[in-house]
């Protein structure tokens, strides 16, 4: 699993096997809390793939050339909090200053992708799967477009249960849950697609 | 281990100063300051973000007011005291405020209309509209679900035999229910119109009265009658023209079927309660 073949195989299986909404179960809150309209869904999509590649972006060299130099690898979650924490604040500052109608566009759901640990998770599970820089990076693009993917699935299945008659006890949050789970082992059937792909 | 406790210390600090500074650089040189007049604007708004104004919320009427993009006599709900609260804050004359209500166009209560089918499904006038235009006689009537009543902000619309009512005392103005009707049956018309034409029916006269006894059947009387000319027939249907409209009521006086009316509802309970 060298060169192209091997980055190709990374991108798929981290949009589809190991998608980390569905799979992982990281980064629930955004998937359950900004999916009730498609619009909304894209846009958090796009900036939580817009940020998983900027925390890697920061985080896979600081790990590799300053942690691990100093056998300090056990500080990775509090200092990759802190850089992701203020790599969307300074996002957001760019953002705001140089293109307004962006900003207006994703920089609302910037602060709340500040902690999320679908963030978090991608710049640790980078490190821990030993990928090199450009496999992390393609790795947490798959991982933002698979978020993105999930998003956009999710909003068109409450979009449709919104029009449909729900018993009473299974209305709100309870019928969300149900159909988030069905969307999970739905991806299930994935699981094997990546390892045959180029057998 | 004294060592290595400093140097884990070392890190994070150095790690914590350094992103730290660069955030107080970034935001000295390219942040952007929040507006003063801008927050005092947002605060003397409602704050209920209907969009009346036909901006997106509170917020980005604020917005635009500081900028000068919008005049202060939009807010519906605010009415007088906040278009003149907005103008001190701007320093600028404010003319009048629109003073609008909902008006649901239609008086086919129960007994003038008829069910043409039983229908068994997502309670709502969405739902209903959705299966051949709804159970009831008329295919542009009211179906009385309450879809309108369920968006309102300020409590104003109550359904009285199989019709959305809306008190003209509690409307604020925001359009929210016009814009729920699966039937756009419901329009914003003045505070002070005198008559409206409380029917929607686009079919034919001969058609219209069949499916319900107060129906527009486009006869013309009330053209003829109005002295200002405010009454026109579009699409088989009388519609009030409220910029000419004097408030003589001639109209409703001459309107064989009563679909041209009077706007009052003395009758509406006064603490009504969706069933």
């Known amino acids: 699993m060298e060169g192209f073949k091997g980055l190709v195989v990374i991108l798929l299986s981290s949009v589809l096997v190991n998608n980390y909404v569905l799979s992982r179960f990281l980064g629930i809150c955004p998937f359950l809390g900004v999916s009730k309209k498609l619009n909304q869904a894209v846009g958090m999509g796009v900036s939580v793939t817009v940020v998983m590649l900027l925390a890697t972006l920061a985080t896979w060299p600081i790990q590799h050339l300053v942690l691990d130099k100093f056998g300090l690898g056990y500080l990775q979650t509090i200092v990759f909090i802190l850089i992701i924490a203020s790599l969307v604040q300074i996002l957001e500052i760019v953002l705001k200053r140089f293109s307004p109608a962006l900003h207006q566009g994703l920089g609302v759901y910037l602060p709340l992708i500040t902690t999320n640990c679908a963030v978090l998770g991608v710049a640790i599970n980078n490190i821990n799967d030993k990928f090199t820089f450009v496999q992390s990076l393609v790795s947490s693009l798959g991982c933002g477009l698979g978020f993105l993917l999930a998003m956009v699935l999710f909003s068109g299945l409450r979009s449709r249960i919104d029009e449909s008659e729900v018993p009473k006890s299974f209305r709100g949050v309870a019928i969300t849950l149900i159909a988030a789970s069905f969307i999970s082992l739905a991806f299930m059937g994935l699981a094997g697609i990546v390892d045959n792909l180029f057998a | ?275």
């Open chain 2, 1 to 275: 281990m004294l060592t290595d406790i400093l140097s884990a210390l070392a890190v994070v600090v150095s790690v914590g100063l350094f992103l730290g500074i660069l955030l107080a650089l970034f935001i000295h040189f390219l942040g952007i300051r929040e507006d003063e007049k801008t927050k005092k604007i947002r605060d003397a708004l409602p704050g209920i973000n209907c969009g009346a104004c036909g901006f997106k919320g509170c917020n980005d009427y604020a917005e635009a007011l500081s900028k000068g993009n919008a005049k202060p006599n939009l807010c519906i709900p605010g009415a007088e005291a906040t278009a003149k609260e907005l103008g001190e804050i701007l320093g600028v004359e404010v003319e009048q405020t629109k003073d609008f209500i909902a008006f649901v166009h239609c008086n086919g209560t129960c007994d003038v209309t008829s069910t043409t089918a039983i229908y068994d499904g997502v309670d709502t006038c969405r739902g209903r509209s959705m299966i051949y235009g709804g159970p009831k006689s008329c295919r542009y009537g009211c179906l009385g679900c309450g879809d309108c009543a369920k968006v309102c902000v300020s409590d104003a619309i109550c359904i009285v035999d199989g019709i959305a009512r809306v008190n003209t005392d509690r409307c604020v103005g925001c359009g929210m229910c016009a814009k729920a009707c699966p039937k756009n049956i419901i329009s914003m018309i003045p505070q002070h119109a005198a008559t409206a034409v409380f029917c929607c029916n686009k079919d034919k006269g001969a058609d219209a009265i069949k499916v319900c006894k107060r129906a527009c059947i486009a006869c013309r009387k009330c053209v003829k009658a109005c002295p200002s000319e405010a009454i026109s027939i579009v699409d088989n249907c009388a519609v009030i023209d409220y910029t000419k409209c004097t408030e003589c009521g001639l109209c409703a006086e001459v309107c064989p079927t009563g679909c041209l009316q009077k706007v009052c509802f003395p009758d509406l309970p006064d603490n009504f309660s969706l069933n």
